[in-house]
T-cell receptor, first 113, second 117 residues
Framework: KNEVEQSPQNLTAQEGEFITINCSYS?????LHWLQQHPGGGIVSLFM???GKKKHGRLIATINIQEKHSSLHITASHPRDSAVYIC???????????????FGEGTQLTVNP | GAVVSQHPSRVICKSGTSVKIECRSLDFQATTMFWYRQFPKQSLMLMAT?????????EQGVEKDKFLINHASLTLSTLTVTSAHPEDSSFYICSARDLAGFKKTQYFGPGTRLLVL
């Protein structure tokens, strides 16, 4: 079982729709990233969360540490939002006393005009 | 914001040749850089963790003699794919962690697409 699971895997929406992408994880984490990967491959970090909620423009990210769950919302979606959205969690690796970033498999979002 | 660059962005090479990919943190110092590999429609897979001034830590199943990593300074790490074969064709992404690591912020490079013929 993957330590990070995202849903849905694929999402198609019409321009203007409100979009939600979910992320559940099974390990105790110290922080969670939401990343955006465009077709060219480059990755942009959208949010880093350890509690509560963050907002940037039309994007909102929330996290519930107790429930081990995070959501990424896009309001008034636009075709340029079409990309793969990846949830990634930081968790401590006891053996190395370091921390590791573990990725979900991503959600392919397509927003049609 | 912080920027990580990679060079080259795309490379095509013949089987048996070696390819070097550079990863630079442009406006911050990174004691730790990460190298990931991504196959089509799949998530990123960590290949190795590169620490400045010491040997890289490789993930299970990643051949250290094939994927040579050098982290010579706080702003530069290189990945060399030695004797590349077609199965090494992939998208390679580096990531750098801000020196103020308690922030747990990682910045990602734009990636390098490698095609081995």
């Amino acid at each position: 079982k993957n330590e990070v699971e995202q849903s849905p895997q694929n999402l198609t929406a019409q321009e203007g729709e409100f979009i939600t992408i979910n992320c559940s994880y099974s390990v105790g984490i110290s922080a969670l990233h939401w990343l955006q990967q465009h077709p060219g491959g480059g990755i942009v970090s959208l949010f880093m969360l350890s509690s509560g909620k963050k907002k940037h423009g039309r994007l909102i990210a929330t996290i519930n540490i107790q429930e081990k769950h995070s959501s990424l919302h896009i309001t008034a979606s636009h075709p340029r939002d079409s990309a793969v959205y990846i949830c990634a969690v930081f968790w401590a690796v006891r053996e190395t006393s370091g921390s590791r970033l573990t990725f979900g498999e991503g959600t392919q979002l397509t927003v049609n005009p | 914001g912080a920027v990580v660059s990679q060079h080259p962005s795309r490379v095509i090479c013949k089987s048996g040749t070696s390819v070097k990919i550079e990863c630079r943190s442009l406006d911050f110092q990174a004691t730790t850089m990460f190298w990931y590999r991504q196959f089509p429609k799949q998530s990123l897979m960590l290949m190795a963790t590169s620490n400045e001034g010491s040997k890289a830590t490789y993930e299970q199943g990643v051949e250290k003699d094939k994927f040579l990593i050098n982290h010579a300074s706080l702003t530069l790490s290189t990945l060399t794919v030695t004797s590349a074969h077609p199965e090494d064709s992939s998208f390679y992404i580096c990531s750098a962690r801000d020196l103020a690591g308690f922030k747990k912020t990682q910045y990602f490079g734009p990636g390098t697409r490698l095609l081995v013929l």
